[in-house]
């Protein structure tokens, strides 16, 4: 807070952000709960394709010539992340 709003924009557009969605949500009467619900449902089903694009780059050799990722490794990792959403969206689902 230190630097302004010229040395922080990142930071003080996320306040601005969150301050006007939170207005908003107050003009049109919208549950926080059921936002927070929402929230968590839109993270589950986007969290695995990000999760494999950042994968791409630890089966690279040419990034990573000494640690790469094992190539046999990225479709256990993809069936297992994969797994676990299916698996947050059955519990969700049971309740």
């Known amino acids: 807070m230190s630097l302004g709003f010229e040395g922080a924009r990142g930071f003080y557009a996320t306040i601005i952000a969150a301050t006007v969605m939170r ?3 107050s003009t049109l009467e919208l549950d926080p709960v059921k936002a927070l619900v929402w929230s968590a449902i839109v ?4 969290a695995v394709p990000i999760m494999v ?3 791409s780059p630890l089966s690279d050799r040419a990034i990573r010539p000494r640690r790469s990722f ?8 993809v069936v297992l992340m994969s797994l676990s959403a299916a698996n947050r ?7």
Do not use: C
């Open 53 to 55: 694009v950042m994968m």
């Open 23 to 25: 207005t908003l949500m």
């Open 70 to 77: 094992a190539p046999y490794r990225r479709p256990v990792v």
């Open 43 to 46: 993270n589950g089903v986007i």
């Open 89 to 95: 969206s059955v519990r969700f689902g049971s309740k």
